[in-house]
């Protein structure tokens, strides 16, 4: 009785494996494309720190001159758009011991076909009076 009985499992488990392996390969590549999402979104973050950071810097440099608003944040944009980025905002803060560039840009980084994401980051740059 017991060689039939093996096989009868042994035909109820044939393909198991083969749902086994299905199920697993699903999952590492759901697993994948989670992983490549998070470093496209991490990528796009960056790149708008960096050219929100050197966006500030060149509106700092020629805060120095005493140019105005409207002027150094003209050039702060400049620096922001060479750097494919695109200027959300830009504004000076006059404080009693320093005078700062703030400024906000946005990245658009296609995800998929359809969609995209925005990143958006701020950067300040100053003067600290001697």
Do not use: I, K
Not at 23 to 31: E, F, I, M
Not at 96 to 105: F, K, P, R, Y
């Amino acid at each position: 009785m017991r060689p039939g009985r093996d096989s009868e499992q042994a035909a109820r488990e044939r393909g198991s494996a083969t749902v086994l392996a299905v199920g697993t390969v699903g999952a590492l590549a759901a697993l994948f494309l989670a992983a490549a999402l998070l470093a496209a979104a991490t990528v796009a973050r960056n790149h708008a720190q960096t050219a929100a950071d050197l966006g500030a810097v060149a509106g700092a440099q020629v805060l120095v001159g005493g140019w105005s608003e409207p002027r150094v944040c003209a050039r702060a944009a400049r620096f922001v758009t060479n750097n494919h980025a695109r200027m959300h905002r830009c504004y000076l803060v006059d404080e009693a011991s320093a005078s700062t560039v703030s400024v906000v840009v946005e990245v658009r980084r296609p995800v998929l076909t359809s969609t995209s994401w925005v990143a958006r980051a701020r950067g300040r740059a100053g003067l600290v009076p001697r």
